[in-house]
């Protein structure tokens, strides 16, 4: 079992930044690909970004060049920097976990789930 504790949400004006953690406990977590997902009020959970073990990583175009993923597996942490908020990225964020996928972007690929982050943009 891995248990995900995200952190770091809050309530931020347009533009500002935010970073957002996730905090892995349980078996070796260096062995997981983990990622962020996002879901807004009234639609789908949303794939964001991934870090897998080998240090590759991806971002999902809506947010490319605005946000950035890494991971700390010594301190069993990845995080997730938000810059340039937009409105449109108000959602609760999500910190997954999974020892292969076939997709990182398809969230029942994951078996580890944190239980969300509320993050809210005001224009």
């Known amino acids: 079992q891995v248990q995900l504790v995200e952190t770091g949400g809050g309530l931020v004006q347009a533009g500002d930044s935010l970073r957002l953690s996730c905090a892995a406990s349980?078996?070796?977590?260096?062995?997981?690909?983990m990622a962020w997902f996002r879901q807004a009020p009234g639609k789908e959970r949303q794939f964001v970004a991934h870090a897998s073990w080998g240090g590759r990583t991806s971002v999902a175009d809506a947010v490319k060049g605005r946000f950035t993923i890494s991971r700390d597996d010594d301190r069993n942490t990845m995080d997730l920097h938000l810059n340039s908020l937009k409105p449109e990225d108000s959602a609760i964020y999500y910190c997954a976990a999974a020892r292969e996928v076939s997709s990182v972007s398809q969230e029942m690929e994951y078996d580890y789930w944190g239980q969300g982050t509320q993050v809210t943009v005001s224009s």
């Open positions: 349980g078996r070796t977590v260096s062995d997981y690909l």
